[in-house]
């Protein structure tokens, strides 16, 4: 079938599982070319070679996005394979949630290199490049954290709140040729919650993330997006569990 999707060269970051994972594999079956980039190498090389099986066009790379020449190797390697980057998605994330009082500096700053800086240099990185093209689309991941405050998630959705910020100012920025895309997702089946070391936070958060929705319903917002005209940008979509109060 084709579709406005088909042979588009789309990078995505954080691929190894949840969003980055469902989205991959949502692409390469509507004819994307994907590259995954993701720090575990073995779900990478497993999910490219599943995606080729099936007759999809897929690279994998090692991606730390905390790294800027990582993500500016990734971007190159993506050039290298397929001549042209259509698509960014800025997927990658992580999200320790504890009480400011706990003091968790470490975490704290990890969600900035993570969240912030991997979001920016996957800006620096695909910018130039676009540019060149006069053409191409950053989707950036924040969340609904990105739109309201809860305690324990002061430090995370600050960087959400980040990364709605730089998003609405590179859109600004670029004009008429390079489209930019916010995604904030609700509460949704992912890894994302596997990373909080505080024991009533993690408590807290697997029984506020019992009522989920799973992460292809994600990537079909991702798709939209992708799959509208040129003289089109879908600047934001909000997507939750339609019984989620927040």
Not at 106 to 127: K, P, Q, S, T, Y
Not at 154 to 174: D, N
Request: glycine share 8%; net charge neutral.
């Amino acid at each position: 079938m084709t579709t406005d999707i088909q042979g588009k060269v789309v990078a995505i970051t954080g691929a190894s599982s949840g969003i980055g994972e469902a989205t991959a594999r949502l692409l390469a079956s509507q004819g994307a070319k994907v590259v995954l980039g993701a720090r575990r190498t073995d779900r990478l090389e497993a999910l490219a070679g599943e995606l080729r099986s099936k007759g999809g066009e897929a690279r994998h790379r090692p991606l730390d996005v905390t790294k800027r020449e990582d993500v500016e190797g990734f971007v190159a390697f993506t050039l290298k394979e397929f001549g042209r980057l259509d698509v960014l998605i800025n997927n990658a994330g992580v999200m320790p949630l504890s009480r400011l009082e706990e003091l968790k500096l470490d975490e704290w700053n990890r969600m900035i290199d993570v969240n912030i800086r991997g979001v920016l240099h996957g800006i620096a990185a695909g910018l130039p490049v676009m540019k060149r093209q006069k053409s191409g689309q950053f989707i950036n991941l924040s969340s609904i954290g990105g739109h309201a405050v809860s305690p324990t998630a002061a430090v995370y959705c600050a960087t959400k709140f980040a990364v709605m910020a730089i998003s609405e100012g590179l859109r600004q920025e670029v004009g008429a040729d390079i489209r930019v895309t916010v995604i904030s997702p609700g509460v949704t089946q992912s890894e994302l919650a596997d990373s909080i070391s505080d024991p009533a936070s993690r408590e807290y958060m697997r029984e506020f993330r019992k009522d989920a929705i799973p992460a292809d319903a994600i990537a079909r917002a991702i798709r939209y997006a992708i799959s509208q005209p040129a003289d089109v940008d879908v600047s934001e979509i909000i997507i939750r569990p339609t019984s989620s109060p927040y």
